[in-house]
């Protein structure tokens, strides 16, 4: 069998396609994870541009500047003095269009070096992502009262949600319940940046799909099915042996991606916040994770996803005469999705969030109260995602096995 498989390997991994798609799609990895950092600009405390390594240089330090735990007093403390400088005549300007803007001075120097955790803060008391300019309309009276106010939002979202049954938001509310609290803030950009662009991994699978569509196709092309058909092990061994090595070679590729995807954004970010929590980030994020724990689900689900693609991409292959349609199936099914967006409607956002595109959103799709209630449980959208496409690739390779080994051999 080891033998069957390191020349299904060889014949895979020497085709000039297989060694294209591979090679562009590892660039295309290197490409769209490098563009955040190439494109990072920030202003410095005294107005000038800073750009790459010097704009998180300097971001860095801002962070570092107020990290540390988000507490009451400190809430309080940090809204009370954004309220003093926003009632300050001589740190404000009025445009012509009546809007009420800082000053370049203060702006600089005070609200650009904490708009992130400003940003924050504003929109957890009015969730209409304005940001610092909610917290005007924040009453201190008796303090801030930051996670309670957080908590009744979310409570809010929950309850108030009629898309959701009794079971889902007893489920919302339970997993609400055990985040952390009081937060820690800080520097976490390396971490969110893949989360922003881990939907890129797509073109690699992609690769690896169009590298796979010939693995059964390509015996049939070459009229090597009818010989193999009638080897002793033909019907059995060689099948497993070629589903095997898809499985390898789309594991291996898929792994140096990730890695590459991942080690980009830390390296020329840093890897500082590993274990920071999500809620830093949008405060009503519902799932008590870190930006670690967030990323190694989104490269989970996104492996989960390609295990998917493959196992369908290998269906196709057996059921085909010819590579060349099954190059087209994984296309549309990868790049068909982007443009089908969820929605208002209940019953498309549960579909729409199980697409390929759609699944690797990465920190986006940890925003979302959707989940998928069952005779005897709950399942969030992360977990309905894995068991989706882990039944998908536990369907879909049988059918392709028998698929070859059941064809009509001309």
């Not at 300007?93 to 803060?121: A, C, H, Q």
């Not at 590459?260 to 830093?280: F, K, M």
């Not at 894995?386 to 998908?392: D, E, M, P, Q, T």
């Amino acid at each position: 069998m080891l033998e069957l498989i390191k020349l299904e390997m060889k014949k895979l991994c020497r085709r000039k396609l297989t060694i294209i798609v591979t090679v562009c799609g590892f660039l295309a990895t290197v490409l769209f994870f490098s563009l955040p950092f190439l494109q990072f600009l920030a202003w410095d405390q005294d107005g000038n541009m800073l750009s790459r390594s010097e704009a998180i240089e300097y971001r860095h330090k801002c962070y570092d500047s107020i990290s540390g735990e988000i507490t009451e007093e400190r809430v309080t403390q940090d809204l009370k003095e954004y309220q003093e400088k926003r009632n300050n005549p001589d740190n404000i300007i009025i445009e012509k269009d009546g809007e009420v803007t800082f000053t370049d001075e203060v702006f600089f120097g005070y609200l650009s070096p904490r708009s992130s955790y400003m940003d924050m803060l504003g929109n957890t008391y009015i969730p209409n992502q304005l940001g610092h300019n909610n917290i005007t309309k924040i009453d201190l009276t008796n303090g801030a009262d930051f996670y309670n106010t957080r908590n009744e939002i979310v409570k809010n979202l929950i309850t108030n949600n009629y898309d959701l049954t009794e079971s889902e938001k007893e489920y919302w509310l339970d997993k609400n319940e055990k985040i952390n609290e009081p937060y820690e803030y800080g520097y976490a950009l390396g971490w969110s940046s893949f989360g922003d662009t881990a939907v890129m991994l797509i073109i690699s699978i992609l690769g690896i799909c169009i590298a796979l569509a010939s693995v059964f196709a390509n015996e049939y092309q070459a009229g090597t099915d009818a010989v193999i058909l009638s080897t002793r092990y033909g019907k059995s061994k060689i099948i497993y042996a070629k589903i095997i090595t898809s499985f390898v070679f789309a594991t291996a590729v898929f792994t140096v991606n990730a890695i590459t995807a991942l080690a980009i954004p830390l390296i020329t970010r840093g890897a500082d916040g590993a274990n920071l929590p999500l809620q830093i980030m949008d405060t009503t994020i519902p799932y008590p994770l870190t930006f670690l724990q967030a990323t190694l689900i989104t490269i989970g689900i996104a492996y989960a996803v390609m295990l998917g693609l493959v196992s369908i991409t290998l269906l196709c292959s057996a059921k085909m005469k010819t590579a060349f349609p099954v190059l087209i199936i994984d296309v549309l099914f990868i790049f068909i999705p982007i443009f089908l967006k969820p929605g208002s409607n209940a019953l498309w956002n549960r579909i729409a969030w199980l697409l390929p595109y759609n699944s690797m959103s990465g920190l986006s799709i940890f925003k979302e109260y959707l989940s998928y209630p069952t005779g005897i449980t709950v399942f969030s959208v992360l977990s309905m995602i894995v068991i989706l496409y882990f039944a998908i690739t536990l369907t879909a390779l049988p059918l392709a096995g028998r698929g070859f080994k059941k064809h009509q051999v001309k």
